[in-house]
């Protein structure tokens, strides 16, 4: 079993920035995959971006040059990194790990793009 928890959602203005964070803890196995996914109103939940254990990323092409992901394997962490934020990237931003091939989701945090 995995637990995820996130963190540093909010409030930000259009063209600011965010980081968010999220500590994986349990049994975790090596070769796993961490990321991130959002979820706006209405709206079904999609990828922003991944990140394997061996540092190979995927991004949303909406996200692409904005956003980065980076993890630390010895700690068990992944964090976005969010710059020019635009009013549609409000959403509710989730973890997302596959450990030994099962899916796992933090509770998710909160990002509103607003003025």
């Known amino acids: 079993q995995v637990h995820l928890v996130e963190s540093g959602g909010g409030l930000v203005q259009p063209g600011g920035s965010l980081r968010l964070s999220c500590a994986a803890s349990g049994s975790i196995f090596s070769g796993n995959v961490m990321g991130w996914y959002r979820q706006a109103p209405g709206k079904q939940r999609e990828l922003v971006a991944i990140i394997t254990s061996g540092g190979g990323t995927n991004f949303a092409d909406s996200v692409k040059g904005r956003f980065t992901i980076s993890r630390d394997g010895a700690k068990n962490t992944v964090s976005l990194r969010m710059n020019s934020l635009k009013p549609e990237d409000t959403a509710v931003y989730y973890c997302?790990?596959?450990?030994?091939?099962?899916?796992?989701w933090g509770q998710g945090t909160q990002v509103t793009v607003s003025s």
């Open positions: 997302h790990m596959i450990n030994s091939g099962t899916t796992y």
